[in-house]
């Protein structure tokens, strides 16, 4: 990345057929957007609150998301997709501040989660080479320590735009999951993409196996959730994966988070589960979705999933502007900021309980009847919590950590 790129193209590619969605540009440090004719034409909302479709110039404010609208900034990696970024330029001799978001979104290209592509497109190739996961797994540790350049080009690739803190690699898997080959672009003839996480420093040897639990526990409870898998290691209790939902065979799907879509930072806690259904109705216009997302603050909130911030939900658009809620993702235990809830429960952020679920519920008018069997469907499946844990090995110690801070919120 020797120049700096000054203008970027975007388009939709939703593998059956691809258009144009408009120009970025950046003069005196401000970028500025324009749409397509085509796209307006079509009458496609990529970002219905954030960017709504308007002829013109859009110029976007700095803030929070670096000169991007939130849209865009959906398609840029970042926690550990942007330290193994920056640390490959600082070893090329480059200041990471001295990179534009425009230099950053072509080096995701035409390989980022969901279906928007950006031109230039100087991303990083990968190649087919089978993976070995704890051998990724030794890598990610030694960059995480600083120890390692050799191996940025690979974990660069293997990434793609994925985001969130914790090391994670994009991975095609076979059908009897046993052949796994990297998955950030053409997979090989009976592959699926799939996604797989790594401990991070902050994480115990089990983080794979309490999210994988959480995954079961989840779709016990109704929630809507892709398919899981605990890949086996040598050196851990299993590193848990997570079949891309942006992605259909050869179909892909226009991919924007809550945070994106509603120009919010995630970092703030400014958010409140009211906010996340009143979207959800509007977007999908669909009672079934919004009862999907219901279902993921129920659980969320009696699981002590604290980390529900706007960058955890996300909505996917077909090739026709249809949105749904997407399956749900990094669900696990945490504790919050300040060991609050990430998004609030009827403005209550510390101490949610089932009380404010049930008026969570009549709020968006939900059925009592229904309400009821769904904080019911919750509780009866998180309480499988010790015995599923056990089986796949998490520490005694987190077992009970979790099961009181459960026991604490049902009371």
Same mark, same amino acid.
């Given at each position: 990345?020797?120049?700096?790129?000054?203008?970027?193209?975007?388009?939709?590619?939703?593998?059956?057929?691809?258009?144009?969605?408009?120009?970025?540009?950046?003069?005196?440090?401000?970028?500025?957007?324009?749409?397509?004719?085509?796209?307006?034409?079509?009458?496609?909302?990529?970002?219905?609150?954030?960017?709504?479709?308007?002829? %013109?110039?859009?110029?976007?404010?700095?803030?929070?998301?670096?000169?991007?609208?939130?849209?865009?900034?959906?398609?840029?990696?970042?926690?550990?997709?942007?330290?193994?970024?920056?640390?490959?330029?600082?070893?090329?001799?480059?200041?990471?501040?001295?990179?534009?978001?425009?230099?950053?979104?072509?080096?995701? %290209?035409?390989?980022?989660?969901?279906?928007?592509?950006?031109?230039?497109?100087?991303?990083?190739?990968?190649?087919?080479?089978?993976?070995?996961?704890?051998?990724? =797994?030794?890598?990610?540790?030694?960059?995480?320590?600083?120890?390692?350049?050799?191996?940025?080009?690979?974990?660069?690739?293997?990434?793609?735009?994925?985001?969130?803190?914790?090391?994670?690699?994009?991975?095609?898997?076979?059908?009897?999951?046993?052949?796994?080959?990297?998955?950030?672009?053409?997979?090989?003839?009976?592959?699926?993409?799939?996604?797989?996480?790594?401990? +991070?420093?902050?994480?115990?040897?089990? =983080?794979?196996?309490?999210?994988?639990?959480?995954?079961?526990?989840?779709?016990?409870?109704?929630?809507?959730?892709?398919?899981?898998?605990?890949?086996?290691?040598?050196?851990?209790?299993?590193?848990?994966?997570?079949?891309?939902?942006?992605?259909?065979? +050869?179909?892909?799907?226009?991919?924007?988070?809550?945070?994106?879509?509603?120009?919010?930072?995630?970092?703030?806690?400014?958010?409140?589960?009211?906010?996340?259904? +009143?979207?959800?109705?509007?977007?999908?216009?669909?009672?079934?979705?919004?009862?999907?997302?219901?279902?993921?603050?129920?659980?969320?909130?009696?699981?002590?999933?604290?980390?529900?911030?706007?960058? *955890?939900?996300?909505?996917?658009?077909?090739?026709?502007?249809?949105?749904?809620?997407?399956?749900?993702?990094?669900?696990?235990?945490? #504790?919050?900021?300040?060991?609050?809830?990430?998004?609030?429960?009827?403005?209550?952020?510390? *101490?949610? #309980?089932?009380?404010?679920?049930?008026?969570?519920?009549?709020?968006?008018?939900?059925?009592?009847?229904?309400?009821?069997?769904?904080?019911?469907?919750?509780?009866?499946?998180?309480?499988?919590?010790?015995?599923?844990?056990?089986?796949?090995?998490?520490?005694?110690? +987190?077992?009970?950590?979790?099961?009181?801070?459960?026991?604490?919120?049902?009371?």
């Amino acid at each position: 990345m020797s120049r700096s790129i000054r203008e970027v193209s975007v388009a939709l590619d939703f593998g059956t057929e691809s258009y144009p969605v408009g120009r970025m540009a950046m003069r005196n440090g401000v970028i500025y957007f324009e749409y397509d004719d085509a796209l307006i034409q079509k009458g496609i909302e990529i970002s219905p609150i954030g960017l709504p479709l308007q002829r %013109g110039v859009v110029e976007f404010p700095r803030r929070p998301f670096e000169g991007l609208a939130g849209v865009f900034n959906d398609s840029l990696p970042d926690g550990w997709g942007r330290l193994l970024m920056d640390r490959l330029l600082r070893s090329q001799g480059i200041f990471p501040d001295s990179i534009s978001s425009l230099d950053r979104l072509a080096y995701v %290209g035409s390989f980022g989660m969901g279906a928007l592509t950006y031109e230039p497109d100087i991303s990083v190739s990968d190649g087919q080479e089978f993976v070995d996961l704890d051998h990724l =797994a030794t890598q990610t540790e030694e960059v995480i320590q600083g120890s390692s350049e050799e191996v940025l080009t690979e974990l660069i690739a293997l990434n793609g735009s994925s985001a969130g803190a914790r090391p994670k690699a994009l991975i095609a898997v076979d059908n009897d999951r046993r052949h796994i080959t990297s998955g950030a672009r053409e997979m090989p003839q009976g592959f699926e993409p799939w996604l797989v996480k790594f401990s +991070n420093r902050q994480d115990g040897s089990d =983080a794979g196996a309490i999210e994988y639990v959480y995954a079961l526990m989840a779709k016990e409870a109704g929630v809507a959730m892709p398919d899981v898998h605990l890949f086996s290691s040598q050196n851990t209790a299993g590193y848990f994966a997570v079949k891309r939902f942006d992605r259909d065979g +050869n179909i892909k799907f226009h991919m924007s988070t809550v945070s994106g879509l509603l120009h919010s930072d995630f970092r703030i806690p400014s958010l409140d589960y009211e906010d996340l259904l +009143n979207l959800t109705s509007m977007l999908t216009k669909d009672i079934r979705e919004v009862e999907k997302m219901y279902r993921l603050a129920v659980f969320n909130v009696l699981a002590h999933n604290r980390d529900d911030h706007g960058k *955890n939900f996300s909505f996917l658009m077909d090739e026709k502007g249809g949105w749904r809620l997407a399956p749900a993702y990094d669900l696990t235990f945490s #504790r919050g900021p300040n060991g609050e809830q990430s998004t609030m429960v009827m403005g209550e952020g510390k *101490n949610p #309980r089932i009380s404010h679920l049930l008026k969570l519920g009549d709020e968006i008018k939900l059925p009592k009847k229904l309400i009821a069997e769904i904080i019911d469907q919750t509780r009866a499946a998180l309480a499988t919590w010790p015995d599923l844990a056990k089986l796949h090995g998490v520490a005694t110690t +987190n077992i009970k950590i979790v099961s009181r801070a459960m026991q604490e919120i049902a009371k």
